[in-house]
């Protein structure tokens, strides 16, 4: 198992977000965490990273207790993570942004600034430009490549898609795909719902905090009082 989050209840102050959240991803495959805007899925994946850690309840990552741990640390350990907001330096180019995360210790991995750009080919063209002036697509494209350039065992992929053209979408569907073929877990946040039970081995639902189903996606998608409460599909 390579991750297991058991019963994390996470606030932001005095506000109780997450009530009893648990889920757990098995390596290689890529599951996809299901619901509304505000249903509590970034909340789940901050908590994970450790940028909201819970106040209760115990994550663990590749046998370790990580609850609570700095992202700095969880990043060293092998957890990746690319956010909702995409959060590029926006002064430096694109190569820049991938240069600075590679870590001079790390051990020989397949990620590095030449297959990030075989992985994504439209950033090479623009490897000398400031990533605040690139599009939507290309800083989202941008941020996963500064994920990958860890080298990570697990990737927290928090909706990749959101607000992207339809091209962009397509080309990011496709890649995602070629992450589980080089043998990496990928957790994944998703509102487009097609997207993510295309790709995904198994799928959680979550709403108001509270994960209310599961299991396979065909299980999902023959458990039509859920798909009908929670996902309108």
């Known amino acids: 198992m390579m991750l297991d989050v058991s019963e994390i209840h996470t606030y932001y102050g ?3 977000i997450l009530f009893g959240v648990s889920l757990t991803v098995n390596q290689g495959e890529i599951v996809c965490l299901l619901g509304r805007n505000g249903a509590g899925k970034s ?3 901050r908590s994970i990273m450790g940028l909201i850690p819970p106040q209760k309840g115990t994550i663990r990552f590749k046998g370790i207790t990580c609850t609570g741990q700095k992202p700095y640390l969880l ?3 092998g957890m990746g993570f690319v956010p909702d907001d995409r959060r590029v330096f926006a002064d430096l180019t694109v190569g820049e942004n991938l240069e600075i995360v ?3 210790n790390q051990k020989t991995g397949i990620w590095n600034k030449d297959s990030v750009y075989d992985f994504f080919p439209p950033l090479r063209s623009i490897d000398a430009r400031r990533a605040g002036f690139l599009s939507g697509g290309e800083q989202q494209m941008l941020t996963i490549g500064r994920a990958l350039m860890t080298n990570p065992d697990l990737l927290l992929l928090d909706e990749p898609t959101e607000g992207l053209a339809p091209l962009v979408v397509r080309l990011l569907e496709q890649q995602i795909r070629k992450l589980k073929d080089t043998g990496l ?6 509102q487009n719902q097609h997207i993510a039970l295309g790709l995904s081995d198994r799928g959680y639902v979550i709403d108001n905090g ?9 299980e999902l998608m023959e458990n039509e009082p859920i798909r009908q409460k929670y996902l309108c599909i």
């Not at 877990?185 to 998703?190: N, S, Y």
């Open 14 to 16: 005095l506000s109780h």
């Open 210 to 218: 509270v994960i209310r189903f599961g299991g396979t996606i065909q």
């Open 185 to 190: 877990t990928v957790l994944l946040a998703e």
């Open 75 to 77: 990043a060293r350990m």
């Open 43 to 45: 909340t789940t994946m």
């Open 102 to 104: 590679q870590r001079k």
